[in-house]
């Protein structure tokens, strides 16, 4: 927590040292689900309950920039908990706290007068069904899903283009070297009333050597999604 705190702090007096502070907003979110799954074999139920706690702050400055700062914390009633069961010296609660910089970015909108946004820093990123790229909120063990990533866009009400470089795996090697990178174009049309038409382009780019070798794994789609009269529709492919 120290270094969060501290992280916070940087940003802040960064940000303060080129825009001046206009209002702060602070907001959160709390998610309990029970589930109770039924494998039809005996003995192989499973029964649990989830709580995901979100904890965020929004600074807006002058000059269309803001930054936004979230924590997060996922975990499973009985498990990982203060008040350890039995002898209160459970190796599970030992393990650390899961609290987690979910979110840490600096976003600048309206950039040189065009629809233009640029966001850098630890954020969320979706796109279309979220079938490849999204925040995995919606998942049986919705514990959030965040980039570490540079991330441009440009939206008018016709269309939009988002382009990205994430890193998702830093090895400490040679610049550019060593690591896993992922990378995107994602561009998206709405000239058709109460239809969208997506095309990206997908770029994994992973230099560890984990399974023997270096990986270079490149994805393009297509996806079309809307409503027509009393259909709904959402058809997407990828290759």
Request: glycine share 10%; charged share 25%.
């Amino acid at each position: 927590m120290k270094i969060g705190i501290a992280v916070i702090a940087i940003v802040l007096l960064t940000a303060g040292a080129w825009a001046e502070l206009q209002t702060v907003s602070v907001g959160g979110e709390l998610r309990i689900r029970g589930g109770y799954y039924n494998w039809d074999r005996a003995g192989d139920d499973t029964a649990f309950v989830q709580e995901r706690t979100r904890l965020g702050v929004t600074a807006d400055f002058t000059d269309e920039v803001s930054a936004v700062i979230e924590m997060d914390s996922y975990d499973i009633w009985g498990e990982d908990f203060r008040s350890n069961y039995v002898t209160g010296l459970d190796a599970r609660a030992a393990s650390g706290d899961d609290v987690e910089m979910y979110q840490a970015y600096i976003q600048a909108d309206k950039m040189w007068g065009a629809p233009l946004r640029l966001r850098v820093g630890r954020q969320e990123m979706a796109f279309g069904s979220q079938w490849l790229v999204g925040v995995n909120d919606e998942a049986n063990e919705f514990t959030g899903l965040s980039f570490d990533a540079l991330r441009l866009d440009y939206t008018t009400d016709m269309f939009s283009v988002d382009a990205f470089a994430s890193k998702l795996a830093e090895t400490f090697g040679d610049f550019g070297d060593d690591d896993t990178d992922f990378y995107g174009i994602y561009a998206s049309c709405f000239a058709v009333e109460n239809v969208q038409f997506d095309a990206y382009w997908l770029y994994l780019n992973d230099d560890t050597n984990t399974v023997g070798k270096d990986v270079d794994l490149h994805t393009v789609g297509l996806r079309a999604a809307g409503a027509v009269g009393a259909f709904d529709f959402d058809a997407e492919v990828a290759r």
